[in-house]
């Protein structure tokens, strides 16, 4: 029945109150899900692999939704340190979600709950490398969401899984769009911080697709609306990018100035892969500046970096940047030698069959002395596209 | 915009939220003429969710009042469908 007309205050009120002392409640039980859901993974964690669906089926207190909150954060913490846990632990919160009790938290909320499950179970995919499983999760996740009454929030986070994943498959303009309407989502909700991460990735995806005006006018918008604190590789990333993009479209002055700014930012966080990414980013920006014998330091510095830690596709594409120095300098001996080392090197790394077979062609063409920038470009352009895509294949020359 | 505090709300943070946000819920209440008892599942409902999600909200405000729109909305929907079923 309807209330008409009547004051709101003497209407309502006592149905604000009764909620008020129910959510009080609720919010103690929150509480005690937060404090047990690190205890919860630990024993699931420490529950052989074949015996934890079984387990989660059985065992009731293992059904807590800060529990699967707990597993996606854990997942995203693994994403680049060791994507094939991360794929675990997603795998392990939509186990979980799939028995949450409808009745205790509502349908709309497990079902929501569902959705970023899969959602992250979809990006761990994708940055293992597995498309088509990560292209599977998200069509699960959008399943739920649908079936959750779509929040807002939910959705843009799967459009920009969605995006990612599109952007590892080389549909860029896609990807683009899908960020499109995440960012609307993140404007509407007033959340600038994942509007400024949305506009970089759509910065990202542009410059990828070979648009370096445009991507470096979104990078530079989201780096004005993100907080560094809440997340300072975002903003090393970006920062990163947005210097490549720079000295790409030829503007290497100022890419070297913008570099010599965020030198600071790369050593304050520390991270051995961002210094060598720092070495490699300052050899390119050196070589197009023609300091050939800086750019081939920094390059040797950052190859090795990344085959002493098995990063093979970065080694690769350093290494093909060191042979336009040696190409330059005319040291047709240094580009044999260079081949020749690289593909026993990436046989025993992360680089798949097919990219193998365009670094034997590197290597073909060093010997036969034939080494050309366009074939260099072209190899490294393949290399960077075919990373999380292995089943794309070598283009053939044009 | 009402920053995020915590990833854990507490009792204080869901009282500061009813207090400032109880006018605008009366009159959303009153506007779409629901009944007590609809009004007390929908805030049921909405509350709990954002409680639950309360680290991914940044503004929780903006968030539950869209939230019962949409529930309000929605109850209308299925009322009206019912009339015609």
């Keep these: 029945m309807s209330e008409r007309k009547s004051d709101p205050e003497e209407t309502y009120k006592p149905a604000l109150d009764t909620t008020l002392e129910k959510a009080g409640e609720r919010l103690q039980e929150i509480h005690r899900e937060i404090e047990s859901a690190a205890g919860l993974l630990e024993e699931l964690a420490a529950t052989p692999e074949p015996e934890r669906p079984e387990r989660i089926r059985t065992e009731v207190r293992f059904h807590a939704l800060k529990l699967c909150d707990l597993l996606l954060k854990r997942s995203r913490e693994s ?5 094939a846990r991360a794929v675990e632990l997603a795998r392990m919160a939509t186990e979980i979600a799939d028995w949450l009790d409808a009745g205790y938290y509502g349908e709309s909320l497990v079902e929501d ?15 293992a490398s597995d498309l088509r499983s990560a292209e599977e999760a998200l069509l699960r996740a959008e399943e739920h969401h649908e079936r959750a009454g779509e929040d807002a929030l939910t959705g843009a986070q799967i459009l920009s899984f969605m995006a990612s994943l599109r952007s590892s498959q080389t549909r860029f303009k896609e990807a683009a769009d899908l960020l499109d309407r995440a960012i609307l989502v993140y404007r509407e909700a007033r959340d600038r911080h994942l509007e400024g991460r949305a506009l970089i990735k759509k910065g990202l995806a542009l410059g990828y697709s070979g648009d370096l005006k445009k991507a470096i006018r979104f990078v530079l918008s989201g780096l004005s609306k993100i907080n560094m604190l809440e997340e300072p590789n975002l903003l090393l990333s970006a920062r990163h990018n947005l210097i490549g993009f720079l ?12 570099l010599e700014e965020t030198r600071s930012l790369y050593l304050t966080l520390g991270e051995q892969t961002h210094l060598i990414r720092l070495r490699w980013l300052e050899g390119r920006i050196a070589r197009d500046l023609g300091r050939l014998d800086q750019a081939e330091t920094a390059l040797r510095e950052a190859s090795g970096g990344f085959i002493a830690r098995g990063i093979g596709f970065d080694a690769a594409r350093v290494s093909l940047d060191l042979a336009t120095v040696y190409l330059r300098q005319g040291k047709t001996e240094d580009i044999k030698r260079l081949a020749a080392e690289m593909v026993p090197v990436f046989e025993s790394r992360d680089v798949h069959q097919e990219a193998l077979a365009a670094l034997l062609l590197f290597r073909q063409a060093a010997d036969a002395e034939e080494v050309t920038l366009g074939l260099l470009e072209r190899i490294s352009d393949y290399l960077q596209r075919a990373r999380r895509n292995p089943e794309l294949p070598f283009p053939a020359e044009e | 915009m009402n920053m995020p505090s915590s990833g854990k709300p507490t009792q204080d943070d869901l009282q500061r939220l009813a207090v400032r946000l109880q006018p605008k819920i009366l009159r959303l209440f009153q506007r779409h003429e629901v009944s007590r008892e609809t009004a007390e599942l929908l805030l049921t409902a909405a509350l709990t969710r954002l409680l639950y999600r309360w680290d991914r909200v940044r503004d929780r405000e903006r968030w539950l009042l869209s939230a019962l729109r949409k529930g309000l909305a929605a109850s209308r929907e299925a009322i009206s469908k019912g009339a015609q079923g």
């Excluded at chain 1, 994403?79 to 994507?83: A, L, T, V």
């Excluded at chain 1, 790409?248 to 913008?258: C, L, P, Q, T, V």
């Design chain 1, 247 to 258: 000295n790409e479209s030829g503007r290497h002055e100022e890419a070297m100035r913008a």
């Design chain 1, 79 to 83: 994403w680049f340190r060791d994507p």
């Design chain 1, 113 to 127: 709950e569902r959705a970023l499950a899969w959602a992250y179970l979809g990006n761990a995919y994708r940055i």
